[in-house]
């Protein structure tokens, strides 16, 4: 019961700094990718920055692509770029699709390009994607249903409801909120067979995530897919692209790349 309770407190203290870090999401633009020429000069970088590169260059440098959710922008991964950045993953950028968007297939479309254009623009032909809630489904099925395993290593979803949430009935007649009930054709395309998908997923899920009902449809439960769900305990919805513990799991997951760019055996 204290988890909850201190998770509930949390959840509705992000919810309020969000609501004010909302605007600023609007006026600035989305951070955009460097300009393709890979870092050889560590001076500037703190000391964990120079280890990753060390490390393995090729994981410092991949392309991230951040993707928010519904009704929202790129200023809620404020905290999850500075704690990837401070971990030595240089390339971030977000993909805003905006409140306007009405459909997951046409939003999935327009992230594919926006990958398409990275990857031209820094010369690498994978890129890793992190998505909350909406964003993660979004990226799923430009995955899964648009071929975008060729240029996606791995995808992580944080909160998203792969299954579908009951809590979209309550607005069944908003054509965006409907393809997120669990019936509805989006979820139905994904549960199909996917048996080529190179992509790796990693899906965080919570034991007190208010939006995704119930709870464990934020796990990703498909047998053609190469996944890892992890679970995460009072943590909420809002909470999650802020919590430092899965900041720090998705950059471990982030180096653990083999010589050839692919999945290190879990």
């Not at 590169?53 to 993707?67: D, G, K, Q």
């Not at 404020?78 to 409140?99: C, I």
């Not at 690498?124 to 975008?148: E, K, M, P």
């Not at 997951?253 to 692919?262: F, I």
Request: some cysteine; glycine content about 8%; proline content about 5%.
């Amino acid at each position: 019961m204290p988890r909850f309770i201190s998770g509930f407190a949390l959840e509705a203290a992000w919810a309020t700094a969000h609501i004010v870090m909302y605007p600023f999401g609007l006026l600035s633009t989305s951070t955009r990718a460097a300009d393709g020429r890979r870092r050889q000069d560590l001076r500037g970088l703190s000391p964990e920055q120079r280890g990753l590169f060390h490390y393995r260059v090729e994981a410092a440098e991949t392309p991230i692509v951040l993707v928010h959710g519904f009704i929202d922008n790129h200023a809620i991964f404020t905290v999850m770029e500075y704690a990837l950045r401070r971990r030595g993953f240089q390339t971030l950028s977000t993909y805003d699709y905006g409140p306007l968007t009405h459909n997951v297939p046409a939003a999935a479309e327009q992230l594919g390009k926006t990958i398409e254009d990275l990857c031209a623009a820094t010369g690498y032909d994978r890129v890793h994607v992190i998505g909350h809630s909406l964003g993660g489904l979004i990226a799923r099925y430009y995955v899964q249903r648009l071929g975008g395993d060729s240029q996606v290593h791995t995808l992580v979803t944080l909160g998203t409801p792969h299954h579908g949430t009951q809590l979209a009935w309550a607005a069944p007649l908003l054509p965006l909120v409907r393809q997120l009930t669990p019936r509805s054709t989006v979820i139905q395309e994904l549960a199909e067979p996917a048996a080529q998908c190179r992509t790796r997923f990693l899906a965080f899920y919570s034991d007190i995530d208010h939006l995704v009902v119930p709870s464990h449809h934020a796990r990703l439960d498909h047998p053609d897919l190469n996944v890892q769900n992890i679970a995460v305990r009072g943590v909420g919805h809002l909470s999650m692209p802020h919590n430092g513990r899965i900041a720090f799991a998705i950059a471990q997951a982030l180096r653990d790349l083999d010589r050839n760019g692919t999945a290190s055996a879990q």
